[in-house]
């Protein structure tokens, strides 16, 4: 597998030799029309590219080289000089230099200053006559016989990945299906050859995916200067940290979460960080912290934002709760300490007590719950008054193809995605209670409600009440969800298996039904819903007693 400083290096190649393919092509244009502002707007912005990304990469001889070339265009630029005389051959010269540079970088090997060039650029930067060699206009032996290069990297649209993408996606459903068939009819060069095409299918599957995997560091290089604009709105000292910029995960992925993590940065500073004042009295150092960082959880990724402001006032968000009618006083009293933070996903809810620019419009942490619903992600929140706050992303590294859980109901193949499926066990009926008109049943010294699913997907408002065990004989199949920090048990027919799945969108009417996430084929042929768990525990907390 490549370093990540490998990966970096064939980008910077892959860009600089473009550039420099580019900027040839460019100095042509020029040498025959030496005004043509196109071109030379063109080799000003590539010199500019070329040299903020060498130095980023720690190639400061190339940065050089392309800043003191950069400099010389910017005067052509701006009318102090024109295009011509002796310049000309010595930005040529530049030009190669820079060439033989990134191909120096490409082979692995130390790079080198090249003093007379950078003497002669600084000279002509002077305004000074450069020394040139005799055979600077007629060219050397060596510039006739140069060998043309390509890069090694090609650059692909993500839409051409998309469609790849869905193309595998389809090549796995049918591998499925053949190799059901190949077991039922038992032939052993027909195994033999299926198998060979499970391993080739899932080859290309796990290609493409990687093809697909961008580092978190695009998005999260880009929130320096979102911290800043935001704590200079609100008014506040922010020192943000950044880690795990290295971390993979799908494009598609991180281009879906970009707004929320947008929201979740905004509400740390606009609710979460005091201001310097506050953090004086508190004892608190004037500047506030925040961190945003990622790392791998097996096939997961966990982004989180950290800050060590105020914490959430759990009685305050209660309070909130009771002013704006969500829930009454009684009800209000009786939610756990995570029970509360759900309220904060609620679409419109809101603690801040004046509306800005940044925080009190009610707006945004319910984006970022549909958005990591959308996901078949997970949110958490961790608090505590007075010391701070962390929200939790916890994000699948690909959307394409999803681990899940399938499960036979009333005759029919359903499928749970393993993400929002927290365990499975096997209970005897009479280890199931009534209590307060909710089953429940005990898993490892904690009560969790049960509902049978046959119960649940039923369009009768009062399918689920009152809870009745006596319908209940034997040992009961348990699938133990967990979705927003509740877990909720569905009793199905029967366990099937797990397996990857890819999931595609549910078509009309079935798009109507929320609680379908989407559909899958099965190696069988047959057609299974992709339940989703989000909604199904909407359902049940809306439906239970």
Known sequence: MKS???EYRELFMAEALEAYDAMSQHMSVLEKRPGDEAALNEVFRLLHNLKANARAMGYNEIGEVAHRMETIFGQIRSKERPFAGSMVPVLFSGIDVLGGMIRTVGANQALTENLPLIENLDRVIAGEEPVLEEDSEVGSEEDATRKLELSDLVYIPIKKLDHLLNL???LIIDRDRVLTLAQEVGDPTLLSVTAHLSRLADDLQYSVMDARLVGVGTLFNKFPRVVRDVA???QKQVELTISGQDIQIDRNILQIITDSLL???????GHGLETSEERTKAGKPAIGQLTLSAQTDRDNVLIRITDDGRGIDVERVRRKAVERGVLSRDAASRLSEAEVYTLLFEAGFSTAEQVTEISGRGVGLDV???A????GGQLGVESKLGAGTTFTLVLPTSIAVKGALLFELEGHPYALPLMHTDSVVSLQSDRLHVVGGTLLAKVLSENIPVVRLADLLSDHDDALLPADRSKLVGA????????NGRKLGLIVDRFLRQQDIVIKPVSQPLDM?????GVTLLGSGQVCLVLDVPALTRLFLARRP
Do not use: C, M, P, W
């Open 168 to 170: 595998v996606g389809e």
């Open 372 to 375: 990591i619903d959308s996901l």
């Open 4 to 6: 990540r400083e490998q």
């Open 513 to 517: 039904i929320d609680l379908f996430g």
């Open 263 to 269: 929201h979740l940065v905004r509400n740390a500073i």
């Open 368 to 370: 970022v719950k549909l």
């Open 476 to 483: 009961q199949d348990i699938i133990i969800t967990s979705y």
């Open 232 to 234: 200079s709105a609100e």
